[in-house]
């Protein structure tokens, strides 16, 4: 016997619609790579995604036919996350941070059929353009007034496209399973692998993400996404934006702390969401100007591991909560957040600040269990380590075109990740299965120890890579980089670990560093290290 319940697809555009029906006179604020503060709100952001819908059609832009975008978080971007996927096209978020050579790969896999950029990007389009081989329009995202001198034949003018169509438009009805947007994988060995999420998965993962227990977001909220809108669509935070009715802000280039913190005051943000490495810049900026925050209520961490130093200087001398989060772009990306139970409360703060290290509990949509090399389950006792897998209907069940055969094992996706899960369903991530120390047959953690270290007063930022050893096979090896000014020597930092691991996982030596390659998403590159310091001889060899 089925249900008699009305069926309506789950799609991208229906979030618009609720937002413009509900929440019409909410405020997106951006600030714009020309310069500017600009003003717009929700109703006026349905009406401008439609202009667009006609005017991509009038591109040739059809079903299915995907439309790449270079741009930062802005309210351009988020008129595209719209009018591209309500339309019935696919919205296809390039990285600007990868090397030329991949940007075309990328978009070449993809077969794009219309680049639109921020003027930022001016030099990186024209650097490429002649080499992409599908792409029929090239779209600068400013007005007639901004539009640049370009070597690019035919360059088109985001604002008049737009301008030049009026809102009359219909989004249309289709099955919730067709694509909605594309990203890639980061492709830190081989090439990048397409992620082509559904209008359904999508839809699910911002009922998901919205949570009180996953980002806890509502009309009441003013929502900064720092994290980029090219990357995993910015974590969903543009669709429960719409979902929700909260404020968002977009602070375009300015990623910086000092720009950070602006706009945070300015506007009155109370939650944002980014990777470590851009809250160690604002922390900086805070702390060296002597400010406090006066809305920030709680920042979203995930992208890497968030070192224990980092929660305790936001918590304790800024009083912004930490949720510290976990998931990857074949999860669409959200998995797991780190949010208190009532029993939680009333722990000591270490007890609580050791709950926070671990990247949380699942939200509902994702099942995970960790497993042996024998591929058996292993306890849920915090203590078992084992690879993590995951599954639910916002996880990736193939790479788009088929890239890299099947990814599944038995139906649940390989993270890649070694971790442990508590009791209570708490997962922390132990390491990387890539980057996980053997030594003499056991498992060393380089989180654990990257996090030591970052407890130190002078150190900015730390990476734990393997180092080759004659009786161990592999011991750590700790790669830092200061804080400017600060003096440490490699004894006052192996010191530093004395009682906080055991003995023999403690780095068996230290290499100091003017800086740390950081990835198109802000992770540390860790296979960079290791082929840079491959022949590192320790002292204990």
Same mark, same amino acid.
């Given at each position: 016997? #089925?249900?008699?319940?009305? /069926? ?47 005017? #991509? ?6 079903? =299915? ?16 996350? $719209? ?24 978009? *070449?896999? &993809? ?17 490429? !353009? +002649? ?41 249309? /009805?289709?099955?919730?399973?067709? !694509? ?21 998965? +999508? ?6 993400? &919205? ?39 977009? @602070? ?6 000092? =720009? ?20 160690? %810049?604002?922390?900086? $900026? ?45 999860? +669409? ?5 780190? =949010? ?33 090399? *024998?591929?058996?389950?292993? @306890? ?28 599944? /094992? ?6 890649? *990740?070694? !971790? ?32 030591? &270290? ?38 006052? #930092? ?12 403690? @780095? ?6 003017? &800086? ?5 998403? %802000?992770?540390? /590159? ?16």
């Amino acid at each position: 016997m #089925l249900g008699l319940m009305q /069926q309506h697809p789950l799609l991208i555009s229906s979030l618009l619609v609720h937002a413009e029906r509900h929440h019409g006179a909410q405020e997106i604020v951006s600030r714009r790579v020309e310069g500017d503060i600009h003003r717009t709100s929700y109703r006026e952001l349905a009406a401008r995604s439609r202009r667009l819908a006609k005017a #991509l059609a009038v591109l040739g832009v059809g079903m =299915s036919d995907r439309v790449a975008t270079l741009a930062w978080n802005g309210y351009r971007h988020m008129e595209l996350y $719209y009018a591209v996927s309500g339309s019935g096209a696919v919205l296809h978020t390039l990285n600007p941070r990868l090397h030329p050579d991949q940007v075309v790969y990328i978009a *070449d896999h &993809a077969e794009d059929k219309v680049l639109c950029f921020d003027l930022t990007f001016l030099p990186l389009v024209e650097a490429v !353009a +002649s080499r992409l081989k599908t792409v029929k329009h090239f779209v600068a995202m400013t007005d007639r007034a901004h539009m640049p001198a370009s070597k690019i034949a035919g360059l088109l003018c985001y604002d008049e496209l737009v301008d030049a169509q009026d809102d009359r438009y219909d989004w249309p /009805q289709f099955d919730e399973n067709q !694509a909605s947007s594309l990203c890639y994988t980061s492709g830190t060995t081989g090439n990048p692998k397409g992620v082509l999420y559904s209008h359904r998965s +999508s839809v699910l993962h911002a009922y998901g993400a &919205a949570l009180p227990d996953a980002l806890n977001c509502s009309s009441r909220d003013v929502i900064l996404p720092v994290v980029p809108m090219f990357h995993v669509n910015a974590w969903s935070l543009p669709y429960v934006g719409c979902m929700t009715g909260a404020k968002l802000v977009f @602070p375009g280039a300015g990623l910086d702390g000092k =720009s950070l913190y602006e706009l945070f005051e300015s506007e009155k943000v109370t939650v944002s969401a980014g990777v470590p490495t851009v809250w160690q %810049g604002l922390l900086a $900026y805070v702390d060296g100007a002597g400010l406090t925050f006066s809305t920030m209520k709680r920042t979203v961490i995930g992208g890497s591991a968030c070192p224990p130093a980092m929660t305790r200087a936001f918590q304790d001398k800024y009083g912004v909560h930490v949720l510290h989060a976990w998931g990857m772009t074949e999860m +669409s990306p959200l998995g797991t957040v780190c =949010s208190f139970r009532t029993k939680h409360l009333a722990l000591p703060p270490e007890e609580r600040l050791a709950l926070q290290a671990k990247q949380g509990q699942a939200i509902f949509g994702v099942d995970m269990k960790i497993v042996g090399a *024998d591929g058996k389950e292993l @306890p849920w006792d915090g203590k078992a380590s084992g690879e993590l897998l995951v599954r639910g209907p916002w996880i990736v069940e193939q790479y788009f075109k088929g890239e890299g055969g099947d990814p599944l /094992q038995d139906g649940w996706f390989p993270t890649g *990740d070694v !971790a442990t899960i508590d009791p209570d369903g708490y997962m922390q991530i132990t390491d990387r299965a890539k980057d996980v120390i053997k030594s003499g047959g056991e498992w060393i953690g380089s989180i654990d120890l990257e996090n030591v &270290a970052m407890a130190h007063p002078a150190v900015a930022m730390a990476a734990c890579i393997a180092a080759k050893h004659p009786k161990w096979d592999e011991r750590p090896l700790l790669v830092v980089m200061k804080k400017p000014g600060a003096e440490l020597t490699r004894e006052a #930092l192996l010191a530093f670990f004395d009682g906080k691991v055991a003995k023999w996982w403690i @780095p068996d030596d230290v290499v100091f560093v003017d &800086a740390i390659p950081l990835g198109a998403t %802000g992770k540390m /590159q860790k296979n960079k290290l290791r082929e840079q310091f491959k022949d590192h001889v320790l002292p204990t060899a």
